[in-house]
Each structure stands twice: as C-alpha cells, then as structure tokens.
C-alpha cells in the first residue's frame, strides 16, 4: 500500500525537526520553574502553558505579572516580543496554499521559532498541499507536546526546589540566551545595548512605562545602525 | 474582577498577543504584504524587549545601579557558555552555580 502524501510528509519532518527538538526541553521545564517561582498555582502555570504556548512571551512577561504591573504593559511587552512572528508569518504563508482558513488558525497558533527554521525552504518548494501540511504539523505538533510535558516536570520539580536556590534567575538566563544568537548581529547588538541601557536608566519612571520606551528606543537605534553600517559599505 | 479572574485574563490577552502574530500572513496568505521598511524595523523589537527586560533585573539592586553583583557574574557565565558550547543545558548550569556559588561565598 502507498503511504499517503500527507504520512510521508510527516515523518520527513519529524524526523528532520527531531534533533533539534531537544534545545525545547530545558526551556520548558524553566518556564515550568519560573511560573511557580513567580508566584502561580500549578493549575494556573498549566493553564498559562496551554493558552500561550511561547515561551520567550511567557518568561518575558512574568517579572510583570509578578511585580503586579498594569494589564495593558503585560500585553504590549507580550507584543513587541512576539512580533518576530509576524515576518516569519509572512514568510512561511506560501507554505500553506491550498490549505482552508480552519487549519490555517491552527498552524498559526502552532508557529514557533525552530519549526519555522526547520521547515521554511521545504515547505515553500513541494506542490502536493497534503505533504505539506504534513511536513509542517508533525514537527509542530511533537514541539506543542513536549513543550506541555517538560513544563509539567518544570512545574513540580519547582515546588521540591528550596526558595534561597533563586529558581527565578532561571528565567533571565533563559531570556539572555535567546539574546545571544540575536546580537551576533551588529545592528541588533546595538539594538539590545541601547534598549537595555535605556530600561535602566528609566527604572523609576512609574508603571514600568519605562520598559516601552526602552524598547522603542532600542528598536529605533538598531534601525539607524543597520542604516549607518550599509552606508559604510557603499561608501 | 478578583486576581483569579483577572490573572487568567492577563493570560487570554497574552494568549492572542501570541497567537494573532503567529496567525497573521498564513491565515491571510497572499492577500496582504508588509512594506518592507516595517518588516526591517519589526525584526529588531525582540532583541530590544528583551534586553530591556533583563538589564533591570541584573544591573539593579534594591533601586540602585549596582552592576557588580552576583547575578552579573551569573549572567556572565551563562552567556559565555552559550557563545562557546552548543549543549542547551549548560547556561543555566553555568549561571546558577556561580550566582549561588558567590552568594555562598560573600554570605549573602
């Protein structure tokens, strides 16, 4: 019996996203720590885990959840980290042609960074609609999984960790080392240096309005170093 | 709103906060493009929020700017053993047993 397009496609690219899929596990169970370190119930971590499922928003955002900061910063902080995805949205959209809206949601709600990595330049390249959605739901899904299992262990490993152990500075090396691969760039070093600077510097300003304006300012000046370095190169 | 109800809303909004990014250009396919000077600008704001997240939590302590500290050590650590060594365990192992190693040391 043939395998159907859509199998086939699966297992490619499972098999593909496997290896990578291991990096997933210490982030998962962190964020597991760091939910309970920040103050949340078991129950309300899972139910966060599920609804969200990202984890640099959900480490991002808990030092605001936990400093009781207003809803309306928590969201917009939740935002500018996510924003990434709307480029790769746009970028892997091709990839679903073919595929009815329903699913499509799906697939959105499923996008995370290595998938998209994984399985960009496959996705855009193959016809059949079925392989792909095969290729593309099988990493996603295994990544969906053990993103909910290895921040359950986090999540009860975490009651058993005594308080003076600092679980919570977990969660800033975690966000720092998702910085690392960012600023190997010169642009987006110079983005994170100023934002970072800036975020200090405005530590007292009330409401944590200070981390917008960091971020915005961070942002603006990676733009003008991208400007200025291209400039260079012309001249 | 109790802090139950308003907690889960915090986590509905962050919910979409993530799922409508993620959704946006493969739930509209072709229909829409991005001018390409936002897509530039866009792909900075994740470097720069987190940045601006963790430099308080590290360089401050109790309000003041305090950069020698243990976390800063931690942090120091961390980064290095994810610049030098691809195992996805060892920047935390490295951070934390210099935090709670210092903290061990100065008593603190």
Redesign the interface.
């Known amino acids: 019996m043939p395998v159907s397009p859509f199998r086939a496609g699966a297992r490619e690219g499972f098999f593909a996203f496997l290896p990578l899929s291991?990096?997933l596990?210490?982030?998962a169970m962190?964020t597991g720590m760091a939910m309970i370190s920040t103050g949340?119930t078991p129950t309300?971590a899972m139910?966060?885990n599920l609804?969200?499922?990202?984890g640099?928003?959900?480490l991002?955002?808990l030092?605001l959840?936990g400093a009781g900061a207003p809803?309306w910063l928590?969201?917009v902080?939740?935002?500018?980290?996510?924003?990434?995805?709307?480029?790769?949205?746009?970028a892997?959209?091709?990839g679903?042609?073919g595929v009815g809206?329903p699913l499509?949601?799906y697939?959105?709600?499923?996008?995370t960074d290595g998938v998209f990595a994984c399985c960009l330049e496959k996705l855009l390249k193959v016809d059949d609609r079925r392989w792909r959605l095969g290729y593309y739901l099988a990493p996603s899904i295994w990544s969906w999984a053990l993103w909910q299992v290895f921040a359950l262990i986090g999540v009860f490993a975490a009651g058993s960790i005594p308080k003076h152990?600092?679980l919570e500075?977990?969660a800033?090396?975690?966000?720092?080392?998702?910085?690392?691969p960012?600023?190997k760039q010169r642009?987006?070093?110079v983005?994170?240096?100023?934002?970072?600077?800036?975020?200090?510097l405005l530590?007292?300003v009330p409401l944590r309005l200070g981390?917008i304006v960091?971020?915005?300012?961070?942002?603006m000046?990676?733009?003008a170093a991208?400007h200025w370095s291209k400039r260079g190169e012309t001249a | 709103m109790s802090a139950e109800a308003?907690?889960?809303?915090?986590?509905?909004?962050?919910?979409l906060?993530?799922?409508l990014?993620?959704?946006?250009?493969?739930?509209?396919?072709?229909r829409v493009?991005?001018p390409s000077v936002v897509?530039?600008?866009?792909?900075?704001?994740?470097?720069?929020?987190?940045?601006?997240?963790?430099?308080?939590?590290?360089?401050?302590v109790g309000?003041d700017?305090m950069p020698l500290n243990p976390?800063l050590a931690?942090?120091v650590a961390?980064?290095a053993a994810?610049?030098l060594w691809r195992n996805?365990?060892l920047?935390?192992i490295a951070?934390?047993a210099v935090?709670?190693g210092l903290?061990a040391l100065l008593g603190g």
């Open positions: 291991v990096g596990i210490p982030w962190v949340l309300q139910g966060m609804i969200v499922f990202a640099t928003a959900q991002g955002t030092p959840i809803l928590i969201v902080t939740a935002l500018a980290l996510n924003l990434r995805f709307i480029i790769f949205s746009a892997i959209a091709q679903f042609r809206t499509r949601w697939c959105g709600h499923l996008l152990w600092s500075f977990m800033s090396i975690a966000l720092l080392v998702l910085l690392v960012l600023a642009p987006m070093l983005a994170a240096l100023t934002s970072g600077a800036t975020a200090v530590r007292g981390l960091a971020i915005v300012v961070g942002i000046a990676g733009f991208e | 308003a907690l889960w809303l915090t986590f509905i909004l962050i919910g906060a993530t799922t990014p993620r959704a946006s250009f493969i739930v509209l396919g072709g493009r991005l897509q530039r600008a866009l792909r900075y704001a994740p470097a720069a929020a987190l940045a601006a997240i963790v430099a308080p939590d590290v360089l401050v309000g700017f976390k931690g942090v961390a980064v994810a610049l996805p365990w920047p935390f951070g934390m935090l709670l903290r």
